[in-house]
T-cell receptor, first 114, second 112 residues
Framework: NAGVTQTPKFQVLKTGQSMTLQCAQD?????MSWYRQDPGMGLRLIHY???????DQGEVPNGYNVSRSTTEDFPLRLLSAAPSQTSVYFC?????????????FGPGTRLTVL | LAKTTQPISMDSYEGQEVNITCSHN???????ITWYQQFPSQGPRFIIQ???TKVTNEVASLFIPADRKSSTLSLPRVSLSDTAVYYC?????????????FGSGTRLSIRP
């Protein structure tokens, strides 16, 4: 099993550009989530999903969109990048749909917005 | 969701036992306590999870008193590689999905 994979590993954007961060898992987990982590800070939940076709907002959803068309994939879209979105983004998945069970994290995407 | 409070940082030496305490005064009846470890430039990694009393695995032990308002993660005989940030979370395993809150964690530094 590859676990949770994320692409790209690094990305530099200009203000106003849009892009999609990819996340995939091969563990057949229903729960998937996106977090951002700013330097020296903890993780903050952006969006989460409890299954295909079901998504909900987390703590800091503004400026981000998600969709879940398959169990495996949970892409995160930045609509119009801003410098405040410079961060490391982690995707995670979990067998339990509460999200409180063990979460498996991807390696992260380091995003810089100029 | 129950909020957790942890020390911002802790220092220790190789070979020592390290105990990190987490306070969760408003923990709900069905909440479990979960600890994660995060190394620099990596995603968090699950360490241990428990509901009451004591849980032990090959990496750590988790001690939970009867009132469950706090918990202690115990790392036996730490090494330099245990230098990381440790997060304590509480949540109901079997409820509908909720917003998982990681908090700022405890930055553990191990010295030779």
């Amino acid at each position: 099993n590859a676990g949770v994979t994320q692409t790209p590993k690094f990305q530099v954007l200009k203000t106003g550009q849009s892009m999609t961060l990819q996340c995939a898992q091969d563990m057949n987990h229903e729960y998937m989530s996106w977090y951002r982590q700013d330097p020296g800070m903890g993780l903050r939940l952006i969006h989460y999903s409890v299954g295909a076709g079901i998504t909900d907002q987390g703590e800091v959803p503004n400026g981000y969109n998600v969709s879940r068309s398959t169990t495996e994939d949970f892409p995160l879209r930045l609509l119009s990048a801003a410098p405040s979105q410079t961060s490391v983004y982690f995707c995670a998945s979990s067998y339990l749909t509460s999200g409180s069970g063990e979460q498996f994290f991807g390696p992260g995407t380091r995003l810089t917005v100029l | 969701l129950a909020k957790t409070t942890q020390p911002i940082s802790m220092d220790s030496y190789e070979g020592q036992e390290v105990n990190i305490t987490c306070s969760h005064n408003n923990i709900a009846t069905n909440d479990y306590i979960t600890w994660y470890q995060q190394f620099p430039s990596q995603g968090p990694r699950f360490i241990i999870q428990g509901y009451k009393t004591k849980v032990t695995n090959e990496v750590a032990s988790l001690f939970i008193p009867a009132d469950r308002k706090s918990s202690t993660l115990s790392l036996p005989r730490v090494s330099l590689s245990d230098t990381a940030v440790y997060y304590c979370l509480v949540g109901d395993l079997y409820s509908s999905a909720s917003k998982i809150i990681f908090g700022s964690g405890t930055r553990l530094s191990i010295r030779p």
